[in-house]
């Protein structure tokens, strides 16, 4: 079971290292605007083309119509803005919660670090600590 939670652990720092939520986000914003794409083609381009191609036969449209196409179209720029919006919430949550995280790695307590020096036995200065000959009563020392 150790290596479940070990495979859980590696996926939450992977989900939290930004790439995923990058990824996340190139894929709804790309889902949105594909909507959006859409909308146009099917409130605009599309009843050009079959006024101008006469597939619908030649009628002009009313402006219930038009009104219609403008607040499809408008709507699904709204819809945009929102998901947009709420996405940019998200993320910046996800940035806090992450640099939170971070800050807390980074309170925790350095590890002393190791001697360099060490203090000679006959004349008790400090010399260095790899020293087999103290430089100042030049007393050899056994280590
Ligand atoms: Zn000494």
């Not at 009843?47 to 191609?53: A, K, Q, R, S």
Request: with cysteine; charged share 20%; aromatic share 12%.
């Amino acid at each position: 079971m150790n290596w479940i939670k070990k495979f859980l652990n590696e996926f939450k720092d992977f989900a939290l290292k930004g790439n995923v939520m990058d990824l996340a986000v190139g894929v709804i914003i790309g889902a949105a605007f594909k909507d959006i794409v859409t909308s146009l083609t099917e409130n605009f381009i599309n009843p050009i083309l079959n006024f101008l191609t006469g597939a619908t036969g030649w009628r002009f449209y009313s402006w219930p119509e038009i009104a219609a196409f403008g607040s499809a179209f408008l709507t699904a720029v709204i819809n945009f803005v929102i998901m947009a919006f709420i996405l940019f919430c998200i993320v910046k949550l996800v940035n806090s919660l992450t640099n939170i995280k971070l800050k807390k790695e980074d309170e925790k307590p350095e590890e002393p670090a190791a001697p360099t020096t060490k203090v000679c036995p006959y004349c008790l200065t400090e010399i260095a600590i790899g020293a087999s000959r103290c430089p100042h009563c030049t007393s050899e020392l056994n280590q």
